[in-house]
């Protein structure tokens, strides 16, 4: 089995062209990553049938390898670079640490409008709301639906802001890209394979959260089902997992989990502290210890006024305690290397 092919360092143009003809001439296509000192072929597709000889023996060819992991598109070996997503005129993934804010829920406009103006005063990049929501309990408020839509639509284009918001449903999508820069797929629904599915087949950036109880291999495997539909665009989010300790926070923040992700895949990793643990005295010390961790992006909840907010108040933050971490967090940001 080939799955990549590390060309030498001496390779000339047109060896590393008769190895890409080659791959295309087997039926499959290819992700072309080129170095400094070398560049590395990869095959894209079920590379079950190729064997390694084939291309052994090709000139130019340094090492061939297989990718024995079930994750391939996903993985650091496959695209050794760091994916960049753009959305608008926001990059991210690169050397920028993206703060995406805003309330639990779309509640009503005037909430929605403030929030996003602050959020964007403030420097945060992406307003987040949730129109569809997935609640614990049955009676719970669960979103404004189509109305949330349009009040994130009227929002976006009243501040210039991306949106991101959640997709419950494979029918939820083709209504939520009219409006969406960024489909979030929750943690509950990290494992619906036809969502995943769904999406993947969409033009639109997808934010993948962990599900409570997925290991780090199982999320990459989620986030494979996506890219194999041809969606390159995916960002991960740890939001925290089940653990047995819930008497001070609502989840255990993996914050291994960054750096391990950070290794093991060229995605974009984010973290979401906000339901991460519950609680919003504890948002920004982790916050701070995602950055230092090595996350590409932050999403908070925040809200105008948490004690009246129809969902997750208790972990949003207010405006003062938003604008307090974004002072405090710029510093280390710095430090690591990156820029708001
Ligand atoms: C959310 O971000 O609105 C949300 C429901 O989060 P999670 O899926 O991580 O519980
Ligand atoms: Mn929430």
Do not use: W
């Not at 960002?235 to 992700?261: K, Y």
């Not at 999403?299 to 933050?317: N, R, T």
């Amino acid at each position: 089995m080939a799955d990549i092919i590390i060309m030498s360092s001496s390779a000339t143009k047109q060896q590393i062209d008769n190895v890409v003809k080659k791959i295309k001439g087997l039926g499959f296509n290819v992700n072309l990553s080129k170095g400094a000192e070398k560049t590395i072929i990869g095959i894209i597709g079920d590379t079950r049938g190729i064997s390694d000889e084939a291309f052994k023996i090709l000139p130019g060819v340094g090492e061939v390898i297989s990718i024995l992991k079930d994750y391939k598109l996903a993985s650091r070996e496959f695209h050794p670079s760091d994916t960049v997503i753009k959305v608008k005129n926001i990059e991210i993934g690169s050397n920028t640490l993206t703060v995406i804010a805003g309330p639990c829920s779309v509640e009503s406009k005037r909430q929605l409008l403030k929030t996003a103006e602050f959020v964007k005063r403030c420097g945060g990049k992406i307003l987040r709301g949730g129109a569809f929501k997935p609640r614990t309990s049955p009676y719970s408020f669960s979103g404004l639906g189509l109305e949330g839509l349009m009040i994130l639509k009227e929002v976006k284009e009243e501040t210039g802001m991306p949106v991101i918001t959640e997709v419950l449903s494979p029918e939820d999508v083709d209504r939520t890209i009219e409006v969406a820069d960024i489909l979030q797929i929750g943690a509950r629904n990290m494992f619906n394979y036809r969502l995943l599915q769904k999406v993947g087949q969409v033009g639109r950036p997808v934010l993948l959260k962990r599900a409570f109880s997925a290991t780090i291999g199982e999320f990459l495997n989620c986030a494979e089902y996506i890219l194999k539909e041809g969606n390159r665009n995916v960002i991960l989010c740890e939001r925290g997992i089940r653990s047995f300790d819930t008497a001070f926070t609502r989840n255990t923040l993996d914050l291994s989990a960054v750096a391990v992700l950070k290794k093991e895949t060229h995605l974009p990793v984010f973290v979401d502290p906000s339901h991460g643990t519950g609680r919003r005295d504890l948002v920004l010390p982790m916050s701070k210890a995602s950055i230092a961790a090595g996350a590409d992006g932050l999403m908070i909840e925040v809200h105008p006024k948490p004690e009246e907010a129809l969902s997750d108040g208790f972990q949003s933050l207010t405006f003062d305690m938003f604008a307090h971490l974004m002072e405090e967090i710029m510093p280390l940001v710095k430090v690591v290397g990156k820029k708001i």
